[in-house]
């Protein structure tokens, strides 16, 4: 990819960029345009390396239009001195693209092109949000599936996910065990602290841990501790030399 690309989440939503219009010709900046000036289209390259790439489109007025109004895909609004927002289309950045350019055009035939080159942050494997919170009828805030994902099984697994609770802004992060991908459901190694809900924002790192997900229940901790050879605890100085002395009692 381009070393002067940007790097974006992939399933990365509601992403809007500023950006610097110039004439191809003079050199100058463009001031004064507004979405019926300019066209907004997209290459995509995927991680099975095919190639999507949609065709310039008419960008759209954002709904006041304001700086502050929401994401509106194809929207855009100038900010001013030759600098405009630009709300790509969430598709561009859909989970399986590993790459590709953003594209802007001017709908009059006006020399100026821009091209904004991007390639997925390496540190994500995804950003998506919780479509189903219970797909197992159970609630046990360990099993979720997921807006969007890999077309591979397991490839998540044992990767840090961490889930941002919409309704308290709590996030916490698990590891995954298992990662189905005709559902798209994930299984952590214990349940979140929170009610996992629809529409919580998900990250998956793209790192993986190299020892087996999971951890010892604390019966399981209990039984061990109790199963230990005394021999093995008996070193002078140490604890268990003195919980044994202490039982014929010396000290």
């Known amino acids: 990819m381009n070393d002067g690309a940007i790097l974006i989440s992939p399933g990365s939503t509601d992403v809007s960029l500023v950006v610097w219009l110039y004439n191809a010709l003079t050199g100058a900046l463009e001031i ?13 390259i995927e991680d099975d390396n095919d190639v999507t790439i949609q065709s310039v489109e008419n960008c759209v007025a954002l709904a006041s239009p304001a700086l502050t109004d929401p994401h509106l895909d194809k929207g855009c609004e100038e900010i001013g001195l030759g600098a405009y927002r630009i709300d790509v289309k969430d598709e561009a950045f859909a989970a399986g693209a590993i790459g590709g350019s953003i594209i802007i055009t001017h709908d009059s035939g006006t020399v100026l092109t821009a091209k ?16 189903d919170d219970n797909p197992d009828g159970s609630s046990t ?14 490839e998540y697994n044992n990767m840090i996910i961490t889930v941002k609770d919409i309704s308290g802004g709590v996030i916490s992060s698990r590891r995954i065990t298992d990662y189905a991908q ?7 190694d214990y349940p979140f602290e929170f ?3 629809i529409g919580d924002i998900v990250t998956i790192w793209a790192d993986t841990y190299s020892q087996t997900a999971g951890f010892a229940a604390v019966s399981e901790i209990a039984d061990a501790v109790w199963d230990e050879l005394q021999n093995d605890h008996l070193t002078q100085g140490t604890t268990g030399q003195r919980l044994q002395h202490s039982g014929r009692g010396r000290y």
């Not at 904004?116 to 942050?121: L, M």
């Open 32 to 44: 004064g345009l507004t979405e019926t000036d300019l066209n907004m289209g997209y290459v995509r």
């Open 116 to 131: 904004i080159d991007w390639q997925a942050d390496p540190a994500v494997a995804l950003c998506t949000t919780i479509a």
């Open 141 to 154: 805030d360990s099993t979720f599936t997921l807006a969007a994902g890999s077309a591979n099984d397991d």
């Open 182 to 188: 005709s559902t798209k459901k994930v299984t952590v």
């Open 195 to 197: 009610a996992i809900a």
